[in-house]
């Protein structure tokens, strides 16, 4: 069984800086690809950005590739996304999604090519 974890989300500052975590297991972390999405209150859920782990190749959507850095820690099973200079904008719940199939590229970069998901972790953004 395919488990994915996100921790990390906070309450802060416009301006400031998070890092969210996403740790997974039951699955080759080597050969997988892990996406994190966002959702905020009435709107759909929005990809962010994915990383594939066979060859660390990222994918970045929309303005988010300014301020959001994606990357692995293969060691431990785990994803991190830092988001730089954080604005009320972010505030969402943030998902992790894992696929050991799947490989993430910008065309193809949306939720329904993940099958595992994390329980999500709260983001916001006070002004």
């Known amino acids: 069984e395919v488990k994915v974890v996100e921790s990390g989300g906070a309450l802060v500052q416009a301006g400031g800086s998070l890092t969210l975590s996403c740790t997974t297991s039951?699955?080759?972390?080597?050969?997988?690809?892990i996406g994190w999405f966002r959702q905020a209150p009435g709107k759909e859920r929005e990809g962010v950005s994915c990383?594939?782990?066979?060859?660390?190749?990222?994918v970045y959507r929309g303005s988010t590739k300014d301020r959001f850095t994606i990357s692995s820690d293969n060691a431990k099973d785990t994803v991190l996304l830092q988001i730089d200079n954080v604005e009320p904008e972010d505030s969402a719940v943030y998902y992790c999604?894992?696929?050991?199939?799947?490989?993430?590229?910008?065309?193809?970069?949306?939720?329904?090519?993940?099958?595992?998901w994390g329980q999500g972790t709260q983001v916001t953004v006070s002004s």
């Open positions: 999604a894992a696929d050991r199939f799947f490989f993430c590229s910008f065309e193809y970069f949306d939720r329904y090519n993940f099958r595992s």
């Open positions: 039951g699955l080759t972390f080597g050969d997988s690809a």
């Open positions: 990383i594939n782990n066979r060859d660390n190749s990222t």
